[in-house]
């Protein structure tokens, strides 16, 4: 069966399991490599007060924890990196964890009372198919009570569709097709990468701004394309339970055909989905 059952309790479509555990790790890579620019903290000047000052990061919905950890490696002792999710089973154990890092369970949607003005920055990626359409608000609130004045937040989501090919192939088209339903059935948001500048700006962040870029699936890209085939077919099925228990798809063999077509679509043609790094900032003065 692809993927397995969500955690009945969470809205979360994609599973808790080992087969997501790997993908989300070839994921941080492919993301940090055409997303962040090759950089774990996309504003270099947040970075250089972090290694010059010390502070407190957090990794908002931290899954594998790869971000945290990775970034555990790059600044001083001085640095607290504390993640948070709505689920253990990613987590690594203890004891591959730095002293500086801290691992917390818990909702990006109501974060403890007690982080209030507690961090420098806020890594936020990827919870398209965490958090419902009306939590973003929510959660863009939560980030902003927490930061310190004139802390800073970054998000990565990926835009709905393909950019390339410019027309979709059957596979495509069907996969399209079924996603966007799915979502809506589920009550996520497609476009909340587009959507993020006005939420941010609603919840009262400043210096707002969004970066496209482009993340490459298909061996024609080298191995970067074949790190997009691992990140985004891996994660269409590992959705694939809940499009056959939503009623979206006939049968586990109806998934398995058009997921085998797809994949030779972008084996011969390439393809491209756009990504938007949006970061911003909390005023000095609220």
């Known amino acids: 069966m692809p993927g397995s059952p969500v955690i009945p309790a969470h809205v979360y479509l994609l599973p808790h399991n080992n087969s997501e555990l790997e993908r989300l790790n070839v994921q941080h890579q492919y993301l940090k490599k055409f997303v962040y620019d090759g950089k774990l903290i996309y504003d270099d000047e947040v970075t250089e007060k972090l290694r010059r000052e010390g502070g407190r990061v957090l990794d908002n919905g931290t899954g594998t924890v790869a971000w945290a950890q990775e970034l555990s490696q790059e600044v001083p002792k001085s640095v607290e990196i504390h993640g948070i999710d709505i689920s253990p089973q990613n987590f690594p154990n203890k004891s591959?964890?730095?002293?500086?890092?801290?691992?917390?369970?818990g909702s990006v949607?109501?974060?403890?009372?007690?982080?209030?003005?507690?961090?420098?920055?806020?890594?936020?990626?990827?919870?398209?198919v965490a958090l419902l359409a009306p939590q973003w608000h929510t959660c863009a609130s939560e980030i902003l009570r927490v930061l310190k004045p004139g802390g800073c937040v970054q998000f990565v989501e990926r835009e709905p569709g393909y950019v390339t090919p410019a027309e979709y192939g059957p596979a495509a088209t069907w996969q399209e097709d079924v996603f966007e339903e799915l979502y809506k059935m589920k009550g996520f948001n497609r476009r909340c990468a587009l959507d993020l500048p006005a939420t941010l700006e609603k919840a009262g962040f400043v210096d707002i701004r969004s970066e496209r870029k482009l993340t490459p699936i298909g061996s024609r890209y080298g191995e970067g394309g074949e790190m997009g085939v691992i990140a985004y077919g891996g994660a269409m099925r590992n959705m694939g339970y809940a499009a056959i228990q939503s009623g979206l798809v006939a049968s586990e063999e109806e998934f398995e055909e058009r997921s085998s077509e797809l994949h030779q679509e972008w084996e011969e043609e390439g393809a491209q989905i756009a990504c938007r790094i949006v970061c911003a900032r909390k005023p000095l003065v609220q």
Request: glycine share 0%.
């Open 109 to 128: 949607t109501e974060l403890p009372a007690e982080w209030s003005d507690h961090f420098d920055l806020v890594n936020q990626r990827y919870l398209i």
């Open 96 to 105: 591959n964890l730095t002293d500086n890092t801290f691992l917390h369970l």
